[in-house]
């Protein structure tokens, strides 16, 4: 079963969306490895990689992901003009594992 395409899916068909992770970068993340220009530069080659995951994707999937260790794109196929957007920040500690090992050895 061939999939519906539509017009051709674009990174600049989500500048609002990226506008967006960008200022929620800017004001609530806190990362040592990327710097607000990184993030962005990141956000745009993540964006395109999640698009060629979207166009490539198998007859029975609906999705295109790409990521890296700070950034999560997904893009979702809908009835619509163009595929929803979801960009996420994966949330990372440096005190998760201290803590985890705590728990662990309290267990034994």
Do not use: W
């Amino acid at each position: 079963m061939e999939l519906p395409r539509v017009a051709a899916v674009t990174a600049d068909m989500f500048k609002p969306e990226i506008d967006e992770a960008l200022k929620a970068y800017d004001k609530f993340i806190v990362c040592i490895h990327k710097t607000p220009e990184e993030c962005e530069a990141s956000l745009h080659s993540l964006m395109e990689k999640a698009i060629k995951a979207y166009d490539n994707r198998g007859p029975q999937l609906r999705h295109g992901i790409a990521l890296d260790k700070q950034v999560t794109i997904i893009l979702s196929q809908t009835d619509g003009d163009r595929p929803l957007c979801g960009i996420y920040f994966n949330l990372h500690s440096p005190y998760q594992k201290r803590a985890l090992a705590k728990v662990g050895r309290e267990e034994d």
